[in-house]
């Protein structure tokens, strides 16, 4: 299982972002794909999750971000995305997509078991 993040980026307070989680190798039917993030000097942090089914697009949200961001999936392109507005010098940090093999949504990053490197976000005026 391979995953690439991409979409980082320096933007002004207020403004938004569209991050991508390209994957590839994966083989189960039904998963998860979380965003985490991790700033400088703090512990990595659950942004948000989606599940990846034929059925279900179910979508859970960090109540940091929740009304703001905004996961969605394109199966067809085996991408998932995370669109950021309204971003806050808080909202800076480096952003990973990971893999969840498990059949419920977590915020344990203990839960995913393969992760893309990394983008930067910077909220910066």
């Known amino acids: 299982v391979q995953l690439q993040a991409s979409g980082g980026g320096l933007v002004q307070p207020g403004g938004s972002l569209r991050l991508s989680c390209a994957t590839s190798?994966?083989?189960?039917?039904?998963?998860?794909i979380g965003w985490f993030r991790q700033a400088p000097g703090k512990e990595r942090e659950w942004v948000s999750c989606?599940?990846?089914?034929?059925?279900?697009?179910?979508?859970y949200y960090a109540d940091s971000v929740k009304g703001r961001f905004t996961i969605s999936g394109d199966n067809a392109k085996n991408t998932v995305y995370l669109e950021m507005n309204s971003l806050t010098p808080e909202d800076t940090a480096l952003y990973y997509c990971?893999?969840?093999?498990?059949?419920?949504?977590?915020?344990?990053?203990?839960?995913?078991?393969?992760w893309g490197q990394g983008t930067q976000v910077t909220v910066s005026s």
């Open positions: 990971a893999f969840n093999p498990q059949g419920y949504p977590s915020i344990a990053a203990g839960t995913y078991t393969f």
């Open positions: 190798g994966i083989t189960s039917a039904y998963y998860y």
């Open positions: 989606i599940t990846v089914s034929r059925s279900d697009d179910s979508a």
